[in-house]
C-alpha cells in the first residue's frame, strides 16, 4: 500500500460550497472530490510538461541537423492514416 500524508488546502467559502455540492451530486466525499481534481490536474500538467520538453528538443534537433519533414507531407500521411491506411511517416530531409 502506497504511504499517503496529510495536506491542507484553504478554500474561500464559496469553492468549499461548490466542492460541497459536487460531492452531494456525485455521492462522494469533499476528500474524493478533491484528490480527484488534484491527479487530475496534476497528470495533465506533466502531460503538458513532456509535450514541452518533446517540442524543445524537436525543436534543438532541427537547429542542429536541418532535418524536417514539411506540413504537406505531414498532413498527406496523416490523411492516409485516417482513411485506415498502413502508411509510414514522410522520411525527413534538409
Excluded at 524537436?58 to 498527406?76: I, K, P, R, S, V
Amino acid at each position: 500500500m502506497t504511504a499517503t500524508s496529510t495536506t491542507s488546502l484553504k478554500l474561500d467559502s464559496e469553492l468549499k460550497e461548490r466542492v460541497q455540492r459536487l460531492a452531494t451530486v456525485l455521492r462522494r466525499s469533499p476528500h474524493w472530490v478533491m484528490l480527484e481534481a488534484v491527479e487530475q490536474y496534476v497528470s495533465r500538467e506533466e502531460k503538458r510538461e513532456r509535450l514541452r520538453q518533446d517540442a524543445l528538443s524537436a525543436w534543438n534537433h532541427f537547429q542542429t541537423t536541418g532535418l524536417h519533414a514539411t506540413a504537406e507531407e505531414a498532413d498527406a500521411w496523416l490523411a492516409r492514416l485516417e482513411a485506415g491506411e498502413d502508411a509510414e511517416a514522410p522520411a525527413c530531409h534538409v
